[in-house]
């Protein structure tokens, strides 16, 4: 969805650093909640979950230094229910090399809105074997949820109006206003 | 007594003259062609080329056996509308055009129809077989005088020798569908680029050459009159030019769609352009036409072949070849521009009078006394075929959406008006 | 993407397109449930008037990994046998509910005609001897997998067999030919159509003349009825010529691949076992073939691309 920014005043929302904090937090939160790292799976969401999902898993190692955690990514295109209504773009190839059963799976995005991304994963993650849970690890938890569906650990909540749009990288988070009706 | 015509304002082209002068009609025959004629009944031919009705050579009426494409009655009315008063019907009916009881009831059913003369051919061999003879003294005593088994050629040259020497001795015309039917199994399209590529088995041109040739050997060695149907390539023209040279009593005729489509159009995969012979590349057409303005080919005709839309509504391969002639020929021919207006008159109805031997009552000059079998045509008018107006029960026309020029504005048989400003009458 | 009726009508951008959406439906059928809803509520029907069990198993199983519904018309006992016309058969079907139909016939061109029937879309699963495009694109995906090479340019494909008769032969030349490979054509005269002077290729009467420089030698199947029709004399002479020995085998580069869109005819033109071929491709064909299927059903009933169209 191309939009433009011509006139729109961006703010920064979280810098570098925040971005930095709030997964090192994100990582001891999960290794606390879950009594360490035992069984446990990260799995990014394409395409803006994977990079978070790999520094959540690289502070996780890097904190239990006695296990590697293995890290997945998940496209969601065509677990979507909006199929057929909107173009599809898909992402890049879903990348899950180990069984998910039993498992712990904590999955990872960068932004989260109406929830319908997250449900859609829930329902491809079982396509890769049944866990026996699945946690959710936000960035930004910028609300207008669409589904009954809440994040386990948030980088930051960040109230928006609903047309905004929010870019977050590993150099921060954006928030760009948008117009009210462009959802 | 019906009411004298008058046909006011139009162009009456004869063999030796073009006269713009009125022209009237009385108890059937032409009774006075000058100025300011005085009638009953005013046609307007303003713009108009009044010449001899014409004759087509090569019409599938379908009756008896498959009214559901076309009766004898609604291939005569579109006969009318095409500005025909003779068809020469073929005999691929079932059952076929062999006894003189088949013959006489196609007769008949064109006398009741009453709007053109359907003249029936015979078939050379039983039930169009191409095994043994058909009883060619008997059809001939009963007034055929054109046999053919066209839908399919006489494949046994051995027979066909027979027929030949036959049909000289009775003073008739053999008419030959020229395919030689092991080169074209299964045949849908010519053999071009485009039959390989869509991966059809292609028609060759050779399988009509090579009986063209056959027959004009065959001729040369019996002296029979012989008469080509529908040729429709480059060589086959070739050939009959050489053999007319050779002063073999050789005719020819060739369909308005074998001059204006070509092999590209059966792409579009409809079979509608599924015709036999097929339609071939523009190198033939250039061809035909110059066959045409040397005499060569001696008439143009219809090939009019209805197909209940069913029928057609198949794949290529399995849809019936044939397509609709006799209301579009002229429109056709005159918009291709192959030949000049008086050159169509002659090959739509001088020559093909003369190969149908019908003659003394069709393709006359328009003269007083002349039997008035008459077409009046605006030559340039443009315009677009309607298959929902045609008069044809079925529809298969290749033309549908295309830009014709010159249609038949009215047309007299016999004396009496079958089409009136484009309309039939009955 | 309304239709997929023939590999050129793709343009290239189409053909990479699918190809590249293949890589995705290949990992979903790695997965240890191997379906995504993605066309859940859509239905597929399958319309073969040919016998081809492989063909349709492998679209009804693409269509069922994606969730969509499947339908398949049984030509034997339909009523095309009590004299319905084929156009009313697709009307039929149509007002059952149907977002696709996979078209099976002998005759060319059946596709188009649908086509024009019908306002769902039609993927052609083999015309007459026409086009094939699914086995074009499984067959260039096979390659692609196994070469990495997105652009075949530089390469020579060398197809074998029976070309004028083949739908397979159509839609690879075509295929192969848009990706950038040079492509020969080898079989007797009597097995090649009568002009083929416009075609991308090259033709060549003798195999053992271009197997030294060939990198993928695509064997074609030989029906034996071509011996009964005058095509060759004889299966064995044909062999002889052009199938695949243990000879042939040896000639070709170390690196060379070998093809085959099945059935395959053993002792005819393929007088080795496959696997006993150290590159052949064959079984690969067949793996991708559900998953280059299910990204043509995914492309006409799913990506969107169509949505303009049917509103």
Same mark, same amino acid.
């Given at each position: 969805?191309?939009?433009?920014?011509v006139?729109?005043?961006?703010?920064e929302a979280?810098?570098?650093?925040?971005?930095?904090?709030?997964?090192?937090?994100?990582?001891?939160?999960?290794?606390?909640?879950?009594?360490?790292?035992?069984?446990?799976?990260?799995?990014?969401?394409?395409?803006?979950? %994977?990079w978070?999902?790999?520094?959540?898993?690289?502070?996780?190692?890097?904190?239990?230094?006695?296990v %590697?955690?293995p890290?997945g990514?998940?496209d969601?295109?065509l677990?979507?229910?909006d199929i057929?209504?909107?173009?599809?773009?898909?992402g890049?190839?879903?990348?899950?090399?180990?069984?998910?059963?039993?498992?712990?799976?904590?999955?990872?995005?960068?932004?989260?809105?109406?929830g319908r991304?997250?449900?859609?994963?829930?329902?491809?993650?079982?396509?890769y074997?049944r866990?026996?849970?699945?946690?959710?690890?936000?960035?930004?938890?910028?609300?207008?949820?669409?589904?009954p569906?809440?994040?386990?650990?948030?980088?930051?909540n960040?109230?928006?109006?609903?047309?905004?749009?929010?870019?977050? %990288?590993?150099?921060?988070?954006?928030?760009?206003p948008?117009?009210?009706a462009?959802? | 007594?019906?009411?004298?015509?008058?046909?006011?304002?139009?162009?009456?082209?004869?063999?030796? +003259?073009e006269?713009?002068?009125?022209?009237?009609?009385?108890?059937?025959?032409?009774?006075?062609?000058?100025?300011?004629?005085k009638?009953?009944?005013?046609?307007?031919?303003?713009g108009?080329?009044?010449?001899?009705?014409f004759v087509?050579?090569?019409a599938?009426?379908?009756?008896?056996g498959?009214?559901e494409?076309?009766?004898i009655e609604t291939?005569?009315?579109?006969g009318?509308?095409?500005?025909?008063?003779?068809?020469?019907?073929?005999?691929n009916?079932?059952?076929?055009?062999?006894?003189?009881?088949?013959?006489d009831?196609v007769?008949?059913?064109?006398?009741?129809?009453?709007?053109?003369?359907?003249v029936?051919s015979?078939?050379i061999?039983?039930?169009?077989?191409?095994?043994?003879l058909?009883?060619?003294?008997?059809?001939?005593?009963?007034?055929?005088?054109?046999?053919?088994?066209?839908?399919?050629?006489?494949?046994?040259?051995?027979?066909?020798?027979?027929?030949?020497?036959?049909a000289?001795?009775?003073?008739?015309?053999?008419a030959?569908?020229?395919?030689?039917a092991?080169?074209?199994?299964?045949?849908v399209?010519?053999?071009?680029q485009?039959?390989?590529?869509?991966?059809?088995?292609?028609?060759?041109?050779?399988?009509?050459?090579?009986?063209?040739?056959?027959?004009?050997?065959?001729?040369?060695?019996?002296?029979a009159?012989?008469?080509?149907?529908?040729?429709?390539?480059?060589?086959?023209v070739?050939?009959v030019?050489?053999?007319?040279?050779d002063?073999?009593?050789?005719?020819?005729?060739?369909?308005?769609?074998?001059?204006?489509l070509?092999?590209?159009?059966?792409?579009?995969?409809?079979?509608?352009?599924?015709?036999?012979?097929?339609?071939? +590349?523009?190198?033939?057409?250039?061809?035909?036409?110059a066959?045409?303005?040397?005499?060569?080919?001696?008439?143009?005709?219809?090939?009019h072949?209805?197909?209940?839309?069913?029928?057609?509504?198949m794949?290529?391969d399995?849809?019936p070849?044939?397509?609709l002639?006799?209301?579009?020929a002229?429109?056709?021919?005159?918009?291709?521009?192959?030949?000049?207006?008086?050159?169509?008159?002659?090959?739509?109805?001088?020559?093909?009078a003369?190969?149908?031997?019908?003659?003394?009552?069709?393709g006359?000059?328009l003269?007083a006394?002349a039997?008035?079998?008459i077409?009046?045509?605006?030559?340039?008018?443009k315009?677009?075929v309607?298959?929902?107006?045609?008069?044809?029960?079925s529809?298969?026309?290749?033309y549908?959406?295309?830009s014709l020029k010159?249609?038949?504005?009215?047309?007299?048989?016999?004396?009496?008006?079958?089409?009136v400003?484009?309309?039939?009458?009955? | 993407m309304?239709?997929?009726?023939a590999?050129?009508?793709?343009g290239?951008?189409?053909?990479?397109a699918?190809?590249?959406?293949? =890589?995705?439906?290949?990992?979903?059928?790695?997965r240890?449930?191997?379906?995504?809803?993605?066309?859940?509520?859509?239905?597929? *029907?399958?319309?073969?008037f040919?016998?081809?069990?492989?063909?349709?198993?492998?679209?009804?199983t693409?269509?069922?990994?994606?969730?969509? =519904?499947?339908?398949?018309?049984?030509?034997?006992?339909?009523?095309?046998?009590?004299?319905?016309?084929?156009?009313?058969t697709? *009307?039929?079907?149509?007002?059952?509910?149907?977002?696709a139909?996979?078209?099976?016939?002998k005759?060319?061109?059946?596709?188009?005609?649908?086509?024009?029937w019908?306002?769902?879309?039609?993927?052609?699963?083999? =015309?007459? *001897?026409h086009q094939?495009?699914?086995?074009?694109?499984?067959d260039?995906?096979?390659?692609?997998? *196994?070469?990495?090479?997105?652009?075949f340019?530089?390469?020579h494909?060398v197809?074998?067999?029976?070309?004028?008769?083949?739908?397979?032969?159509?839609?690879n030349?075509?295929?192969?030919?848009?990706?950038?490979?040079?492509?020969?054509?080898?079989?007797?005269?009597?097995l090649?159509?009568?002009?083929?002077?416009?075609w991308?290729?090259s033709?060549?009467?003798?195999?053992?003349?271009?197997?030294?420089q060939?990198?993928?030698l695509y064997?074609?199947?030989?029906?034996?009825?071509r011996?009964?029709?005058?095509?060759?004399?004889?299966?064995?002479?044909?062999?002889?010529?052009?199938?695949?020995?243990?000879?042939?085998?040896?000639?070709?580069?170390a690196?060379?691949?070998?093809?085959?869109?099945?059935?395959?005819?053993?002792?005819?033109?393929m007088?080795? =076992?496959?696997?006993d071929?150290?590159?052949?491709?064959?079984?690969?064909?067949?793996?991708?073939?559900?998953?280059?299927?299910?990204?043509?059903?995914?492309?006409?009933l799913?990506?969107?691309?169509?949505?303009?169209g049917?509103?």
């Amino acid at each position: 969805m191309a939009k433009s920014v011509v006139g729109a005043s961006s703010h920064e929302a979280m810098t570098r650093a925040d971005v930095k904090r709030a997964i090192v937090r994100i990582a001891h939160e999960i290794i606390e909640r879950n009594h360490g790292v035992e069984g446990l799976a990260i799995v990014g969401l394409q395409r803006g979950g %994977t990079w978070i999902a790999k520094e959540i898993a690289a502070q996780i190692n890097d904190i239990e230094k006695s296990v %590697t955690v293995p890290v997945g990514a998940l496209d969601v295109s065509l677990h979507r229910d909006d199929i057929g209504i909107r173009p599809v773009s898909l992402g890049a190839i879903s990348d899950i090399p180990f069984d998910l059963s039993g498992a712990t799976v904590v999955l990872v995005d960068d932004v989260l809105f109406t929830g319908r991304t997250v449900r859609a994963a829930m329902e491809g993650l079982n396509n890769y074997g049944r866990p026996r849970a699945v946690q959710l690890a936000v960035l930004v938890d910028r609300g207008h949820r669409e589904l009954p569906i809440r994040p386990d650990f948030v980088g930051k909540n960040l109230p928006t109006h609903i047309g905004d749009e929010v870019a977050a %990288t590993s150099d921060g988070v954006t928030v760009t206003p948008g117009s009210q009706a462009s959802r | 007594m019906t009411k004298s015509i008058v046909i006011k304002g139009g162009t009456i082209v004869n063999r030796s +003259s073009e006269q713009a002068l009125d022209l009237k009609i009385e108890n059937g025959l032409v009774e006075q062609i000058g100025k300011n004629l005085k009638g009953e009944v005013y046609l307007d031919a303003s713009g108009c080329v009044v010449s001899s009705g014409f004759v087509d050579l090569h019409a599938h009426l379908r009756e008896p056996g498959k009214e559901e494409a076309e009766t004898i009655e609604t291939g005569s009315r579109a006969g009318a509308l095409g500005g025909y008063t003779a068809l020469v019907a073929m005999p691929n009916t079932d059952p076929p055009q062999d006894s003189v009881a088949v013959i006489d009831f196609v007769r008949e059913q064109g006398k009741r129809a009453a709007l053109v003369e359907v003249v029936p051919s015979g078939c050379i061999t039983l039930g169009r077989q191409g095994e043994s003879l058909a009883p060619m003294a008997e059809l001939a005593a009963a007034g055929v005088s054109l046999f053919t088994d066209d839908g399919s050629g006489v494949q046994d040259a051995s027979l066909m020798r027979r027929a030949l020497e036959y049909a000289r001795g009775l003073g008739v015309t053999l008419a030959q569908h020229c395919e030689v039917a092991e080169l074209t199994k299964g045949a849908v399209m010519n053999e071009c680029q485009c039959c390989t590529n869509l991966g059809l088995p292609g028609w060759p041109a050779i399988a009509e050459e090579l009986m063209v040739f056959r027959d004009i050997e065959l001729v040369r060695i019996t002296g029979a009159t012989m008469h080509f149907l529908h040729l429709s390539t480059k060589r086959s023209v070739e050939l009959v030019r050489a053999a007319k040279r050779d002063g073999l009593p050789i005719t020819a005729e060739v369909t308005p769609h074998h001059l204006s489509l070509t092999e590209e159009l059966l792409t579009s995969y409809d079979p509608v352009f599924k015709v036999n012979p097929p339609l071939r +590349s523009m190198h033939d057409i250039a061809a035909l036409k110059a066959g045409l303005i040397d005499g060569t080919i001696d008439a143009i005709a219809t090939d009019h072949a209805p197909h209940p839309r069913r029928d057609k509504e198949m794949s290529l391969d399995m849809a019936p070849p044939g397509m609709l002639g006799l209301e579009t020929a002229l429109g056709v021919v005159l918009a291709e521009g192959a030949c000049e207006v008086r050159d169509v008159v002659a090959l739509m109805s001088w020559n093909p009078a003369k190969i149908a031997r019908v003659d003394d009552r069709h393709g006359l000059d328009l003269v007083a006394g002349a039997v008035a079998n008459i077409c009046v045509f605006d030559p340039e008018i443009k315009w677009k075929v309607d298959p929902e107006r045609m008069a044809s029960k079925s529809i298969n026309t290749p033309y549908i959406g295309r830009s014709l020029k010159g249609r038949v504005r009215h047309t007299i048989f016999n004396g009496a008006t079958t089409v009136v400003d484009g309309q039939a009458q009955r | 993407m309304k239709h997929l009726l023939a590999i050129d009508e793709l343009g290239l951008d189409g053909l990479n397109a699918l190809l590249n959406l293949t =890589d995705h439906m290949v990992e979903i059928n790695q997965r240890p449930v191997p379906k995504v809803p993605a066309l859940r509520g859509r239905t597929v *029907a399958s319309l073969f008037f040919e016998d081809s069990t492989r063909t349709r198993l492998s679209f009804e199983t693409a269509a069922k990994r994606l969730s969509a =519904d499947t339908m398949t018309f049984n030509v034997s006992t339909s009523s095309v046998n009590k004299g319905e016309s084929l156009r009313d058969t697709v *009307a039929t079907i149509t007002d059952m509910g149907v977002d696709a139909f996979v078209v099976r016939h002998k005759s060319v061109g059946i596709p188009w005609q649908i086509s024009e029937w019908t306002k769902a879309s039609i993927i052609n699963a083999g =015309d007459g *001897a026409h086009q094939h495009p699914t086995q074009a694109l499984v067959d260039c995906y096979t390659i692609r997998e *196994a070469t990495h090479a997105k652009s075949f340019s530089g390469m020579h494909m060398v197809i074998v067999g029976d070309i004028k008769h083949s739908r397979v032969a159509r839609s690879n030349i075509q295929a192969f030919s848009m990706l950038g490979a040079a492509v020969t054509l080898v079989a007797p005269p009597t097995l090649l159509p009568p002009d083929v002077s416009h075609w991308p290729v090259s033709v060549s009467h003798n195999l053992d003349d271009v197997l030294p420089q060939t990198d993928v030698l695509y064997m074609l199947r030989l029906q034996s009825e071509r011996m009964a029709q005058g095509h060759v004399p004889t299966l064995r002479e044909y062999s002889e010529q052009y199938g695949l020995t243990q000879k042939r085998v040896m000639n070709l580069q170390a690196q060379a691949i070998v093809m085959h869109p099945g059935p395959m005819n053993r002792g005819v033109e393929m007088q080795i =076992d496959p696997s006993d071929v150290k590159n052949s491709l064959i079984h690969r064909q067949v793996a991708n073939g559900v998953a280059v299927r299910m990204a043509v059903l995914f492309d006409l009933l799913g990506s969107g691309s169509n949505l303009a169209g049917q509103a």
